[in-house]
């Protein structure tokens, strides 16, 4: 696809996926992640696809199962209270091994410890991407299908309302990934009555002429890939740590707006530094931990009561004074960032913090438009 | 009807009484207990697939029940799935490999407790999947507790003094809720209590296959199999008691067929 297209957040999402290979998606109705099921019925039948619209978000997120473990691109998609439903299927495709993609345009940035700790049995971990704008959300979106494929893994798409709902200018562009091998372990229905019919259960059991390694071998390897994951697959964005006194770290779409005033204060002369991880999960510790070994202060900005936060302690291990700059910041309508994501707040609550004043209360934003 | 002491040791001890097994099992061992009907229906099931030429164009989706030890032994392409959510993942399935003959092996407490919702808007969508419901009137699994099929009366584990309507609620009759919609093509009641009801649920099983791959719409069979574990009574008493209980509640025969006349072995048998 060439030339410039001017698409809101859900639709660059469906075009890229559709372009990554997605052939399969269930989902269930729930703003801000109606638009991608509206877009995805529209478009998936045209290149072959199928879009089910499911009865319940438990519904649509074992549909996509089922359709992964046939070999297909597939995904589901829901934001907070959905994914909360999908979790125990999330859990199923991880110690199954079905590569699966759950796009969650969550409400605000709650979901945070939702997405990365996990609401499923056994131990397992959701590989998390977080853009801060529809240009990164097209890469991401590329990138989600490629890990989920090249480890047999479900990723969560954190998106947000703005992210969904934003117009912007793209390309479409297809990042460069390597060539996955075919998946030899997918479910065709072909090995029947061969002595070598394939399985995918949890308990990662096989057959009776091939029994395996057994639960507790099984979830030790699951346990490895994870580390493997963690160690390869981590990323994140910074700017201006080298000599920074003050770092603040940031996700998502307010990551986008942090790094605004952050480059702002840069420019009159404060020494600030900017850090974005790009994965929540696996969360980039290491490289929070050298990008502010110098740094008096770390700040925290995300729109909830407090979730990141614990993430950037554990990076630091406490050596560092860090202080939670954010909060919870919803408009009326429940979906939105709130008014807390605005350039000249986070200017004044980085400048309150490190002077010692105590930070502004904004007033409760109300019931306004339910009025 | 006898009920096991649980406090002498059994007076017969179980013993195999068949060694034949259908090539489609890997291995003529099971974990299941002596008397189960569930054994007889996977392999009346396994046979059918046989018969039928599905046995290289087919995939098993097992829930989570006795029956779901058999992704082990059965020889074909499968997966254990979550609890109750067979026909969600039969569906994803079907839609990405509609030649695929996709089946879904269930019970009572996987496919009427759990997963109610799942089974009854696989039907209304009409998907070309077959689903199976081994039905015990038990979470025979876990021990032998009252599921949504337990019949008035019945004893369980939490439900010691019997099933009681006002108290415990009534059984659902899943099979003729799913015979009333309109996705479904075929909807049938077997049995494995004697060797005539083995016969005829064979038969069932055909249709059952069928209809899907016909493109036709959702096929559910159900077969009443007998859990003495669950139901405490001895091994050998097993079938007596289930055509006493669930038989008397769930009538045996074809519930729905659209192509009852469409397919010769209709119109000739
Ligand atoms: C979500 C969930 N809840 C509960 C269980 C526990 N469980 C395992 S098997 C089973 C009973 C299933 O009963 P049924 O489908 O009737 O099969 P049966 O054992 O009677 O053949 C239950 C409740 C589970 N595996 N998953
Ligand atoms: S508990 Fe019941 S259903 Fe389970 S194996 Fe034993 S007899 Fe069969
Ligand atoms: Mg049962």
Same mark, same amino acid.
């Given at each position: 696809m060439s030339g410039m297209r001017l698409l809101d957040g859900s639709e660059a999402i469906v075009e890229a996926a559709i372009m990554a290979g997605l052939r399969f998606y269930a989902g269930y109705p729930i703003a801000p992640a109606t638009e991608l099921l509206e877009y995805m019925a529209e478009k998936l039948p045209s290149v072959g696809g199928v879009c089910v619209n499911a009865d319940t978000e438990i519904e649509a997120v074992n549909m996509a199962l089922g359709a992964a473990q046939v070999g297909a691109r597939a995904a589901t998609g829901s934001c907070g209270q959905g994914l909360a439903l999908k979790q125990e299927a999330i859990a199923e495709a991880a110690l199954n091994e079905t590569p699966l993609v759950v796009f969650n345009m969550a409400r605000n940035q709650q979901d945070y410890f939702q997405a990365t700790r996990g #609401? #499923?049995? #056994?131990d397992y971990h959701t590989v998390t991407y977080a853009p801060k704008d529809l240009h990164e959300a097209v890469e991401l979106t590329h990138v989600a299908f490629h890990v989920a494929d090249k480890y047999r893994v479900p990723v969560i798409f954190m998106g947000d309302n703005l992210l969904a709902r934003t117009q912007m200018g793209t390309s479409l562009p297809v990042p460069e990934l390597e060539k996955l091998p075919a998946k030899d372990w997918a479910l065709d229905g072909t090995m029947g009555g061969t002595g070598a019919s394939r399985w995918i259960w949890t308990f990662g059991g096989g057959k009776a002429n091939r029994p395996g390694v057994g639960p507790d071998g099984y979830w030790r390897q699951i346990a490895e890939k994870f580390q493997r994951i963690a160690r390869d697959e981590m990323r994140h964005e910074q700017c201006f740590c080298e000599d920074a006194e003050t770092v603040v770290v940031a996700f998502g779409s307010a990551g986008k707006f942090v790094e605004h005033v952050v480059r702002e204060l840069r420019k009159e002369g404060m020494k600030i530094g900017f850090f974005r991880p790009i994965t929540l999960w696996p969360f980039p510790a290491d490289a929070l931990d050298a990008a502010t070994r110098d740094a008096k202060n770390i700040l925290v900005f995300e729109?909830?009561? #407090?979730?990141m936060i614990d993430d950037v302690r554990l990076s630091v291990e406490g050596r560092r004074r860090i202080a939670a700059i954010g909060g919870v910041s919803f408009d009326d309508s429940g979906l939105n960032l709130g008014p807390l994501l605005d350039a000249d707040i986070i200017r004044e609550r980085i400048l309150a913090q490190l002077s010692g004043q105590p930070l502004r209360q904004l007033p409760y934003t109300g019931m306004g438009a339910y009025l | 009807m006898n009920v096991i002491d649980t406090a002498r040791p059994p007076e017969r001890a179980a013993s195999r009484t068949a060694t034949f097994k259908p090539s489609l099992l890997l291995s003529e061992h099971h974990h299941l207990c002596p008397g189960c009907g569930e054994p007889v229906a996977i392999r009346l099931i396994l046979e059918v697939i046989q018969e039928l030429e599905l046995t290289q164009n087919n995939i098993c989706i097992l829930g989570h029940g006795c029956y779901g030890s058999f992704i082990m032994q059965m020889d074909v392409d499968s997966t254990l799935c979550l609890h109750g959510r067979g026909p969600a993942v039969a569906t994803g399935m079907k839609r990405i490999r509609p030649q695929t003959a996709i089946w879904t092996l269930q019970g009572d407490g996987d496919m009427t407790s759990e997963g109610l919702a799942e089974i009854m808007h696989a039907a209304a969508r009409g998907e070309n999947v077959t689903c199976f419901m081994l039905n015990n009137g038990v979470f025979g699994d876990t021990g032998g507790q009252m599921t949504a099929s337990s019949v008035i009366g019945q004893r369980t584990k939490n439900t010691l003094e019997g099933r009681d309507a006002a108290y415990h609620g009534n059984p659902i009759k899943l099979a003729e809720i799913v015979a009333s919609m309109d996705g479904a093509a075929y909807v049938a009641r077997g049995s494995v209590h004697n060797a005539a009801s083995i016969n005829a649920t064979r038969k069932l099983i055909r249709k059952a296959f069928q209809r899907p791959m016909e493109g036709q719409g959702l096929a559910l069979m159900e077969i009443l199999t007998m859990c003495p574990t669950g139901w405490f009574v001895p091994p050998g008493e097993g079938a007596e008691y289930m055509m006493e209980s669930l038989g008397k509640v769930y009538g045996l025969g074809e519930l729905k067929d659209v192509a009852a006349a469409a397919s010769p072995e209709d119109a000739g048998v």
């Open positions: #609401g #499923g049995w #056994g729109l909830n009561a #407090g979730q | -």
